[in-house]
């Protein structure tokens, strides 16, 4: 029987160049002590209440499940182009309209905008304790660290991924950080991710793509899987969904310029928890013993 889980909100002070303050969204069920934390990163022009039913099974797990409301969100697209009567109650509608995406096209690429996402996330990690005082048996201390398309890029950088701004490499890396799931990953040549950008992953790390998922520019899987791929060795894994587009089947919810599938949105939800499940015990991790059976994905461990 589903249970009805109430989120709430609450606000912290971040260090990003674009703003103040984050709003993070806070979804856990109250009959059970936490198994963890998950931080969740939701893509460009979405929201932390974005990814729902994907959010909403982890927590039903017994995850607490935290995720900050970036810059680039629906809502700031409403206030920033209020002309074109953006529906927020429909977070893919706005990406059939020209204006709009060469607006959040203008996000994506601002340096200040993609730096400012990984510091709302650190500061949300920062503030774990203050976020989850009230949830019973939370675990703020080590969380794991998940994100779709731009959440993936922000997932990937919290989690150790390394850019180089042109004065070479650096981390925007949380030492707290145990895990990273970075969904529909950017490879190398954009914002900021070299060929060396994942040469000091050290934490388990899980890159879901889709078979068909194509950026913005164009580029495809071969380029989304450089995140596996140019990581060392050690508890790195990468499933790629067969048949799946830039959407993973619908996980954000239903979008017009992607294809519903709800057997690959399934395939999605079962490899993250068991990925999330494994990495909270420790050692299965580093093995590919975790993987859940489904055909729908094509699975790689190193």
Known sequence: M????????????????????????ILHDPRIASLGTIVFCHGLGMGAESYDALQRHWAQRGYAVVAPEFSDSLAHLARTLPHESIDRSDPTA????????????????????????????????DGLDELL????????????????????????????????????LESFAHESVSAAIPMSPQGS????????????????????SGEHDIAARGQGLEWRREAFDL??????????????????GGIAGPAPIYRGD??????????????????RSGAAVATDSWWPADERLATESK
């Open 2 to 25: 589903a249970v009805h889980l109430d989120a709430r909100w609450h606000t912290l002070s971040t260090s990003s160049p674009v703003r103040a303050q984050v709003a993070t969204r």
């Open 94 to 125: 706005w990406m059939t309209n020209e204006r709009v995406v060469e607006h959040a096209l203008g996000l994506m690429f601002d340096t200040d905008q993609w730096i400012g996402r990984a510091l709302d996330a650190s500061a949300v990690i």
């Open 133 to 168: 005082g009230t949830v019973p048996g939370a675990s703020p201390d080590r969380p794991i660290v998940a994100g779709h398309s731009y959440g993936g890029h922000t997932a990937q950088l919290i989690g150790g991924a390394r850019i180089d701004r042109g004065n070479g």
């Open 189 to 208: 040549g954009e914002r900021g991710l070299t060929r060396d950008s994942w040469a000091a992953i050290d934490i388990p790390w899980l890159v879901i």
């Open 231 to 248: 990581a060392p060795a050690g508890g790195r894994h990468l499933a790629v969904v067969r048949a799946a587009d830039h959407g993973l």
């Open 262 to 279: 709800a057997e690959a949105v399934l395939a999605v939800t079962r490899a993250t928890t068991a990925f999330i499940d494994a990495a």
